[in-house]
């Protein structure tokens, strides 16, 4: 614990998993980081369970994938979208050995583990300072040179930026329960592998296989609430029992905890003024249908932590920090409107509404995958995707994943022919990415930080021009 006083780089309010992997990023770096949690131990209560790949890659950015691999399941899964006679109307799609961000696409883990990893990191950098128990009353109590408040849904730096909350229309409460499960029960051994969402009208709920825990497995059940339901009440025992008992009962399982949530569906204009940033559930909230709510709030803290470093170390202009939320605003409600269009058909009870959607899927079982929308306009050239979306992270020929090789850095990716004497300080990865870019009918990449495509190109002229528009001297 060190002093508030001193001038720092970048305060960060809030030491949930998007403020420490923040901090994790931006010490790595060398800034000088202090961050504040107002609570002194970590929310012990049940939320996240899944993270995906690209997560994963920037979990490996700040030096902690193995950690957290150790911790956390993989799974080539899918999620599956079930009726009530147990029909299946769509599929997310599971991914097969490494997906394209050179992990496994999927993980599943307990969040009070994953961020324990996240804060034992930060004893890594003498120049990240963790102020716990120290609720933090207002900005103006900080000396920083920028300060993000990665402060949760109910934000005091979003006060004190005046952001404008949009709201994309779902509200609802559920019941969510762990359960840690008997691993020689023949019912949780009949459990599905994959996750469940199931469009019963009775009764919507969603079944998540969480992985390995002290004492057994770890299931996940989310329940919603339905009318007549008391919210203070269905965490007890001989309420939620009787709502899980198709699947299991108190022989094959004990509860850890459970806990009502109200899942919202929210996003705010204006994540900056001045030196105030917001990251996380600070600036979107989305329901947790497609479980990626903590990933949007940790693809945040990826984006502005280069940015940040660019501005504060290499003196870079701070209008670069303006790209942030016009790259990331676009990206995450395109996440959260897809998961409120699952919600829709996860959380109908009205039951003819619900044999009608049933019969819409009739035709066939609808398969999709998670998005990859292209970042909005900001710091890439002004061009259709590819530019703008996150490009995969293939191995080298030696063996090592290509960000390795990259670090914190820009980088150009492509045909031998075309890097060949290239003036830049980018790091130059010739003969790398081919299949991707043939794919998209081109011949070299720039690759931003945070491996986000900065520019394609499909010759010499095209790939110098992108260089020179370059917006900041690359480290
Ligand atoms: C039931 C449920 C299931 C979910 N499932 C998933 C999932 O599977 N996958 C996924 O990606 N996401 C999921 N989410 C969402 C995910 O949990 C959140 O998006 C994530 O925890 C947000 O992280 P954060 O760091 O932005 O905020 P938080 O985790 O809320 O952390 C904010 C921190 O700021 C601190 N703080 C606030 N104000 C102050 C202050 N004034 N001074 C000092 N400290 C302060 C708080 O104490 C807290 O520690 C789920 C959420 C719920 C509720």
């Known amino acids: 614990m060190g002093s508030a006083q001193l001038l720092t780089d970048v305060a960060i309010v809030g030491c949930g998993p998007v403020g420490a992997l923040l901090a994790n990023l931006l010490g790595q770096e060398g800034l000088a980081v202090d961050i504040f949690d107002r609570e002194r131990e970590i929310y012990p209560l049940p939320r996240a369970v899944h993270f995906d790949g690209e997560i994963m890659r920037t979990f490996q950015a700040a030096g902690l994938a193995d950690r957290i691999a150790a911790a956390a399941r993989p799974s080539s899964k899918g999620m599956h979208f079930v009726n009530a006679e147990g029909r299946t109307l769509m599929v997310r ?3 097969d050995g490494p997906g394209p961000h050179g992990w496994a696409g999927n993980w599943y883990f ?14 890594r950098f003498s120049n990240v300072r963790v102020h716990l128990g120290h ?7 900080l000396e920083a040179r920028y300060i993000v408040g990665c402060d949760g849904a109910r934000s005091l730096v979003r006060r004190a930026i005046g952001s404008r909350r949009v709201d994309l229309g ?3 409460p559920w019941l969510v329960v762990d359960l840690i499960c008997d691993p020689n029960s023949p019912r949780v051994r009949s459990l599905p592998d994959y996750s469940v969402q199931l469009c019963d009208p009775a009764r919507p709920m969603t079944i998540v296989n969480v992985g390995a825990a002290p004492g057994g497995l770890r299931r996940r059940w989310e329940i919603m609430l339905m009318p007549g339901d008391d919210p203070a009440r269905v965490i007890e025992p001989d309420l939620f029992w009787p709502m899980i ?11 850890e905890r459970a806990a009502v949530y109200t899942f919202h569906s929210v996003v705010q204009e204006g994540w900056r003024r001045g030196r105030l940033l917001l990251a996380g559930d600070a600036c979107h909230q989305t329901p947790p249908f497609l479980g990626q709510g903590m990933c949007a709030g940790l693809r945040d803290a990826a984006n502005l932590a280069w940015k940040l470093t660019a501005v504060v170390k290499d ?13 990331r605003l676009p990206h995450v409600r395109t996440f959260i409107e897809l998961a409120v269009r699952l919600g829709a058909v996860l959380q109908e009870t009205d039951h003819e509404a619900a044999r009608a959607r049933d019969r819409r899927f009739e035709a066939g079982v609808e398969m999709f995958d998670y998005p990859q929308p292209q970042l909005g306009p900001g710091c890439r050239l002004d061009a259709p995707p590819p530019v703008g979306t996150i490009f995969p992270q293939p191995r080298l020929s030696d063996g090592q994943l290509m960000d390795e090789a990259i670090g914190q850095c820009f980088a150009v990716v492509g045909e031998a022919t075309l890097l060949d004497g290239l003036q830049t300080d980018a790091v130059l990865l010739p003969d790398v990415g081919l299949d991707w870019l043939s794919l998209h009918s081109k011949r070299a990449a720039i690759l931003r930080p945070d491996r986000y495509v900065f520019a394609v190109a499909s010759d010499r002229a095209e790939l110098v021009d992108a ?3 370059l917006p900041v001297r690359p480290a």
């Open 110 to 123: 307990h969040q009070p583990e994953l961020e324990r990893i996240l804060r034992d990191g930060l004893t």
């Open 170 to 172: 779902l509200h609802q």
């Open 135 to 141: 609720d933090v009353g207002s900005v103006d109590e």
């Open 315 to 327: 003196g870079v202009s701070d209008a670069l920090l303006d790209s942030y939320e016009s790259e």
């Open 245 to 255: 008992t198709r699947w299991l009962g108190p022989a094959d399982a004990r509860p």
């Open 93 to 95: 799609r599971g991914i």
């Open 467 to 469: 260089v020179a528009a």
